[in-house]
């Protein structure tokens, strides 16, 4: 390569791989010209340094450390007659640090067939993060109730329980960041569905409440409930629901086949007096729609509400608008 001299630039030669010269010109910039560009360099400088900050604050992938055996959690599945929803579950909570064991809640007049059971087997230990894999368990039930969701189970391994739906699934980074969460508050519950109770009217002497759905949370900026479809809760809430909370409440829920997971909300408040924390994450709904699209669901779960205050004594539900939010995800925070 070489230059030549000239007034207004550079000439350059490089050599093609035909052996061919082929001249370039590069121009001199003027004073003039770098001072206009200037800007355009501090704005790209300032872009580039803004994206290397949104990068390192990008969450990491799980590495695939299981926590030491009992310190992490349980998955506890509710299914009925969803075969192709649970093994969906299954594959996907499998995958997620921490779980050390899945419980499938299994209420159904047949038992569940051998090649189901290897099925989910396999899927749980195919998926699994732990070295050790993950523990597969049907808890078996004769009666069909809600509250076998809430049965006590005397071996689990884990202070830790995550409840979940079988047609409702979160990204194991939301699910891991609520269990963080509940180790900082395990007497509570934390969840990722938050409803409220509000103050109706006084009838009489008594007060009345009414039961406010996801668009009452919104409106009102505040929640006293993470419902038990998604939510983490300490292992000893068990045993209180099946052998302390008040026998008329477990009837209740058999009965009308509704609100056990207000009961748990009641009890749980009751015992702590303190609100519930709800965690901020994307549900993905992979199931059809539930017995809360049917008609008169609200006035159904306002009536729980003011029955279980009677048979408490009193409202133990506590309110809050405390969010979680990983900032990670998040813009606005």
């Known amino acids: 390569m070489r230059g030549g001299g000239g007034g207004g630039g550079i000439p350059l030669f490089f050599f093609s791989g035909s052996n061919r010269r082929i001249p370039l010109r590069f121009r001199q910039l003027s004073p003039g010209s770098f001072a206009r560009i200037k800007p355009l360099l501090y704005w790209c400088l300032a872009f580039a340094l803004l994206l290397l900050l949104l990068l390192c ?181 068990l045993n209180l629901y099946t052998n302390h909370m008040p026998a008329s409440i477990r009837h209740y829920v058999t009965k009308y086949r509704n609100c056990e997971d207000i009961a748990m909300s009641f009890l749980v408040a009751n015992t702590t007096g303190s609100p519930p924390i709800w965690v901020k994450g994307r549900m993905f709904e992979i199931g059809s729609t539930g017995i809360s699209s049917l008609g008169g669901h609200s006035e159904r779960r306002t009536q729980c509400l003011n029955l279980f205050a009677e048979v408490y004594g009193h409202m133990p539900l506590v309110a809050t608008s405390m969010k979680v939010i990983d900032s990670r995800h998040s813009w606005l925070w």
């Not at 590495?63 to 349980?74: F, I, N």
């Not at 594959?91 to 189901?116: F, K, M």
């Not at 963080?180 to 519950?189: I, N």
């Not at 009414?210 to 300490?234: C, I, P």
């Open 57 to 237: 604050r990008r969450p990491s992938h799980s590495s695939g450390t299981s926590l030491c055996p009992g310190k992490g959690y349980t998955i506890l599945i509710n299914t009925w007659k969803r075969n192709d929803l649970l093994k969906q579950s299954v594959v996907h909570y499998a995958s997620c640090v921490g779980v050390e064991s899945i419980h499938i809640v299994w209420s159904e007049p047949d038992q569940p067939s051998d090649s189901l059971c290897d099925a989910l087997w396999q899927a749980a230990q195919l998926n699994s993060r732990g070295c050790n894999g993950t523990e597969l368990r049907f808890d078996l039930n004769e009666e069909d109730s809600l509250n076998n969701r809430f049965k006590e189970i005397m071996d689990l391994e884990t202070d830790a329980i995550f409840s979940i739906d079988d047609d409702v699934l979160f990204p194991c980074a939301s699910v891991e960041l609520a269990f963080r969460v509940w180790q900082s508050a395990p007497s509570t519950m934390v969840g990722f569905v938050p409803r409220m109770h509000r103050l109706d009217r006084m009838k009489g002497n008594e007060e009345y409440y009414r039961y406010g759905g996801w668009w009452s949370v919104w409106w009102m900026g505040t929640y006293s409930m993470v419902l038990s479809k998604a939510a983490f809760f300490h292992r000893r809430y």
